[in-house]
């Protein structure tokens, strides 16, 4: 087994709207048991995430056997959460939990392609649990800043790209590079998104 | 700069203060000592300085650190760096090698590290739980990890006071986001000094044992960046879930299975934000301070840097 199996991978910290438009994957080695990572537009890869929001509606959209999906939903979007006969735990808090609820979700990126072509990320849990206000406000706040950190280092790295004689010492980066290889929202949007994030956190203290 | 040239800077450096002399004077008496007679680079830098303190009427203990400079053990972190410090003997092992007069763990407030007193360095010995100012040592590195060397120009002076000694404590902040198996109600090995944990009723040592109950969580506490392994022991687990090991048998007892205990943990901890602290075994980070990360965040610091950026 290589190093990178035998290492646990961190949960990533990542709003709805960036998360969902994570839709190319790949993989670090040709091993078919190496981890499969979805590419973040700010430029970082995820094999997990860590998300916590409002989960608003149920259903089981299985045809033969239970499949549950989840919305949850961050002040930026929607996550997809699908739990079959092989997440049972996951499956059964989708089941039973009465909408709407806060939770936390653990769980690995997975990525379909529909019949027009476009592709859909959702969420495959390893892990759901009913969670409260402030946990869900702790979330946003803690994503907001490892957001702004990966911008941060996109846009360090894009200015080294853009002048590279200025001679700056901004670190190679190696998924940055990749996203805008591969993908065409400016990370601009993602910043607007945490501003947004972070302003429906602060209303709620305003108000409280 | 050559090893000798090196050796007489310092030499010069402790001197200088007291005597007239040159740098090139104490050179050319270690060179005499190390490249003519021989004599190993410790023991003629020994023997130089004996020379000078006797010129200078003076004894060892008057040499204001020299060269070498106090340092804190978590300071610690490159090799060949000539330091003093002042640390408990917190352990003394038995010695592999008829080199080694005495080999063990040191411990300061800030940390511990082994150290090593060669035998043809013949100094006093040191005593398990004393505390002792070691001036002169030097600092070494074997595979990421440091120690301290004891040599023939170390000053080794026992010191009347206590001295509290620190763990290399972790501090984490991050949500538990897993908690993985053999978690819960555990049965350990009941043997003196075994403790495993049974699988199925049976230790890997000892075979069929009739096992002790114990508690305990094995979690993932993650920040975004970093996944650390945490084990909560008994008493942190009581204090984490509200569930005494009393409770956590008569649960099991009810539902005649062990498993509703970790199925009740899980729900209690999984997806909450804890800041923890505790000493490093290994990868496990073991929970000594867990405090839940349950009150109001601030977000305007961030809303003016996003704002600005």
Redesign the interface.
Known sequence: MSQAELTREVARRVFASEFNDSTYTFKESDDERAPNYALLPTGDRANRVFAVGTLTETEDVGEDSEYWRGRVVDPTGTFFVYAGQYQPEAASVLRDTETPAYVSVVGKPRTYETEDGTVNVSVRPETISIVDEATRDRWVVETAERTLDRIEEFEAWQDDQEAPESGSTAPTNEYAQMARERYDSPVENYRRDVIEALENVEDVEATA | MSDVRQHADDIHDQFSDHIDVSVDDVEDRLTTLVDEYKVPIDEARRSVTNHYLEEAGLDREDLAGGSSEAAEIEDVDEPEQWIDITAKVIELWEPRSDSVAQVGLLGDPTGTIKFTKWAKSDLPALDEGGVYELRNVVTDEYEGRYSVKLNSTTVIEELDEELEVGDDTSEIEG?L??MQSGSGLIKRCPKDDCTRVLQNGRCNEHGEVEGEFDLRIKA?V??????H?VIFDKDATENLTGISLEEAKDMAMDALDTTVVADEI??LV????YRIEGPTFGRYVLADDVEE????????Q??I???S?
């Open positions: 949500a986001v897993d993932v993650d920040d975004g960046l970093d996944a392994e899980r729900d999984v997806g909450t934000y990360l349950d009150g109001p965040v601030d977000a305007e961030l809303l840097k996003a704002r950026m």
